[in-house]
């Protein structure tokens, strides 16, 4: 055996090697299919293979693939940073380019330290997040996240920034009803608020359905329009971390827009070039960026990488195709399609205790017990086995964090926007069999 020199995510795991993507399937080197059933990780948005976006790759870098920001500014840059503007409904965002959605975060929480500083408020620096969320894998964006066990080894190294409870109505951490909670876990920041003190803190950031860490969790109807109002009352900048649900993924542009509500700060990622290029931006409100214009005129951050031609050049590829092929839409109703066909599957399989998500943005918790939400002990590593079983099958799925910090075992299922109806109903029947194969096994485990 030759000596490995790539490290892998599991070192010692026999990873197949990829040879092409088409549409919604990858292939790898035996012949094997895969349908991407989630989009590697909610990323490959409109699929893989799309001869426009090789087409406006080539064509930019025939002219020039890289400058350096601080040398020049590029056609593709400009236009995306006004095309992203436009998207949102509010159209009065400044765009900073990077290249991960853990820097879009990070940026966005410095972008919101340094607001702060320009008017003169320097104790405004730490940022509240909820348990439950995941903003990224850099320390900064770490610090902000509530997902232990990606925190766990570097804790000393951490800001130890507040957390609040998360909206998620499944396991309610009041144990209240949502029908009739009057909202109790957005009120939880104001509590928080009030204990730390407002002159503290710069700047809240959620997921608007929280992704990684819970599993396409959707929060009450109005949780958003409170925390923007608790927010605005207490002088705290709103972050929108949508690098999971933007650009189309929840059948709107932004998942924000369904609650109608225009955060000062967005962090996007994956889908902004639905994997073709890394690429990434934080969103940064006119009234957040003015004393900035004002001040020091210049933002401290950003990297050797921020806003290259060619990654923007891909994302206006990727914007055009999602628009023109109407995707956004295609999300809107085929996560229909979707939902109904794992709510149908959910009816047969008493494991599966919720189905909820929005668009194509969709997540399944498994419980011992339905009646009342048992969950599966954290050893028995069901979200795991799930996901290699229908790895096996030739079915790609995304795990959620799986039974750590209050959250169940959870997948999330998201395909590219392009999936067909029949390709749902294949990917379904694949998910079914394999949750049936590592039911048998447990009713095996346990006879024997
Ligand atoms: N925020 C959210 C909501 C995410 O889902 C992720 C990635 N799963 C990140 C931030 C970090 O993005 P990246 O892995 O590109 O750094």
Redo the contacts with the bound molecule.
């Keep these: 055996m030759e000596r490995e020199h790539l490290i892998k995510p599991v070192l010692d795991h026999p990873y197949p090697t990829v040879q092409y993507g088409k549409g919604v399937f990858l292939y790898d080197d035996q012949g094997k299919a895969y349908l991407d059933g989630a989009s590697g ?2 990323t490959a948005g409109i699929g893989h293979g799309v001869p426009e976006i090789i087409e406006a790759m080539t064509e930019q870098a025939s002219k020039v693939s890289f400058v350096y920001r601080s040398q020049f500014t590029s056609e593709p840059a400009e236009k995306l940073a006004k095309k992203l503007s436009d998207l949102e409904p509010g159209g009065d965002y400044w765009a900073f380019f990077v290249n ?6 990070e940026t966005a929480m410095k972008i919101a330290i340094q607001h702060w500083q320009e008017k003169g408020r320097f104790g405004k620096n730490k940022v509240i997040s909820r348990r439950m ?6 320390m900064g ?1 770490l610090s902000m996240s509530g997902h232990v066990l990606r925190r766990r080894r570097f804790i000393p190294l951490l800001e130890d920034f507040p957390v609040v409870a998360p909206p998620y109505c499944y396991r309610c951490p009041f144990k209240l009803n949502a029908a009739s909670c009057k909202l109790a876990c957005a009120d939880d920041l104001e509590t928080a608020i009030k204990r730390i003190g407002a002159e503290h803190i710069a700047a809240f950031i959620a ?1 608007p359905i929280v ?2 860490a819970g599993g396409a969790i959707v929060p009450p109807e109005g949780y958003y329009k409170r925390i923007k109002e608790i927010c605005d009352r207490h002088e705290i900048l709103f972050i929108a ?5 933007g650009i189309a993924r929840t059948g709107e542009m932004f998942g924000m827009q369904h609650d109608g509500v225009e955060p000062d700060l967005i ?1 996007l ?2 889908g902004l070039s639905a994997g073709y290029t890394p690429m ?1 931006a934080t969103l940064v409100k006119d009234h957040v960026m003015a004393p900035i214009l004002q001040g020091s005129k210049s933002i401290m951050a950003g990297h050797t990488y921020s806003a290259n031609p060619q990654s923007a050049a891909v994302s206006l590829a990727v914007l055009d195709y999602i628009e023109k092929h109407q995707l956004a839409q295609a999300a809107q109703s085929r996560g229909v399609y979707l939902m109904a066909k794992l709510r149908q599957l959910a009816d047969g399989i008493e494991i599966i205790g919720d189905v909820r998500g929005r668009g194509l943005l969709l997540g399944i918790e498994f419980v011992r017990n339905r009646d009342d939400k048992e969950m599966f002990p954290p050893a028995a590593g069901i979200t795991a086995r799930i996901i290699d079983k229908a790895f096996h099958k030739g079915l790609l799925v995304y795990p959620a964090a799986g039974a750590v910090d209050g959250a169940g075992d959870a997948i999330i299922v998201a395909p590219p926007l392009v999936i067909t109806e029949a390709e749902i109903d294949l990917l379904v029947l694949l998910l079914e069999e394999a949750v049936r194969e590592v039911m048998d096994e447990l009713a095996r485990e346990s006879a024997g």
């Design positions: 990780a909610v991960s959605g853990s820097e879009a975060t969320s995941y903003h990224g894998i850099t964006a997921e992704g990684a971390d949508e690098v999971m649900t962090a990622g994956k990434a």
